[in-house]
């Protein structure tokens, strides 16, 4: 590992990003999203009823609400469940996977659409090679490892359950998503930190985004920054200890 600010607390807790720190980004953007956008129809069709799909839709109708009030020109939706049908849906939730946008309402949507697919075998999971090893073994040292991604925590479950190496979820504690606040926002992290079994100091978040890396050190954190191939370029990412797999890091 490059050098970083000093750790003062030996690391007893461990939280993960997954796109492009566990996961490659190819993977979410090439594979997962596209699939999304492929069965979402569908699916709509198919679970309009579900209780679970109409409280992702009661968010979205909030959510709409709000893109309104902030001027984002949102394209039309009802206003109430009850006048809300799969057709207006699917325009809005492709207009915000258009823009790529961490809505709440959009992600559960969407790990039940992979669901499905994980379910039939057409879906399977990826992680980088060296994050099986790592996991186990940081496991076995008793670290509490925990995920923290804007993918729901469903989608989350999912992908560690069915990646290539094998069912990963033996060696994860708990799971966070937006549900928990913005990945950029202290706030989040400190709600976070409250659920693990040790300090914050002795947590260390590690992944791709200085900006998430930033939020994790004002709420007393210690951070990595991961750099995996097809990851975005970081600014100011002197700044952070960096590493570009887990066996680099010694903890
Ligand atoms: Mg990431």
């Known amino acids: 590992m490059t050098a970083g600010p000093p750790r003062e607390m030996p690391v007893r807790g461990i939280l993960l990003d997954i796109e492009g720190t566990t996961t490659p980004i190819d993977f979410v953007y090439q594979i997962l999203f596209p699939y999304a956008r492929t069965h979402?129809?569908?699916?709509?069709?198919?679970?309009?009823?579900?209780?679970?799909?109409?409280?992702?839709?009661?968010?979205?109708?909030?959510?709409?609400?709000?893109?309104?009030?902030?001027?984002l020109e949102p394209p039309d939706f009802p206003t109430t469940l009850k006048e809300t049908q799969p057709e207006s849906v699917l325009v809005y939730i492709l207009w915000l996977m258009d823009q790529d946008r961490k809505s709440t309402g959009l992600k559960s949507l969407q790990g039940k659409i992979w669901q499905n697919g994980y379910r039939t075998g057409t879906l399977r999971s990826q992680v980088f090679p060296d994050v099986p090893p790592a996991l186990a073994a940081w496991h076995f040292r008793?670290?509490?490892?925990r995920i923290f991604s804007s993918g729901s925590v469903l989608a989350q479950k999912l992908l560690f359950a069915q990646t290539e190496a094998g069912d990963l979820t033996k060696f994860i504690r708990g799971y966070f998503d937006?549900?928990?606040?913005?990945?950029?926002?202290?706030?989040?992290?400190?709600?976070?930190?409250?659920?693990?079994?040790?300090?914050?100091?002795?947590?260390?978040?590690?992944?791709?985004?200085?900006?998430?890396?930033?939020?994790?050190?004002?709420?007393?954190?210690?951070?990595?920054l991961c750099l995996r191939p097809g990851n975005r370029p970081q600014p100011e990412a002197s700044k952070y200890s960096l590493i570009r797999n887990f066996a680099e890091l010694s903890l």
């Open 142 to 145: 008793m670290m509490d490892i």
């Open 40 to 71: 979402c129809r569908d699916f709509l069709a198919a679970h309009w009823p579900s209780e679970e799909v109409q409280s992702d839709i009661a968010r979205l109708l909030e959510e709409h609400a709000e893109d309104k009030r902030r001027g």
């Open 178 to 224: 937006t549900t928990s606040g913005a990945k950029t926002d202290p706030q989040s992290y400190r709600r976070i930190a409250a659920a693990f079994e040790c300090p914050v100091s002795a947590i260390l978040f590690i992944s791709d985004i200085t900006a998430e890396l930033n939020a994790a050190l004002t709420s007393g954190m210690q951070t990595a």
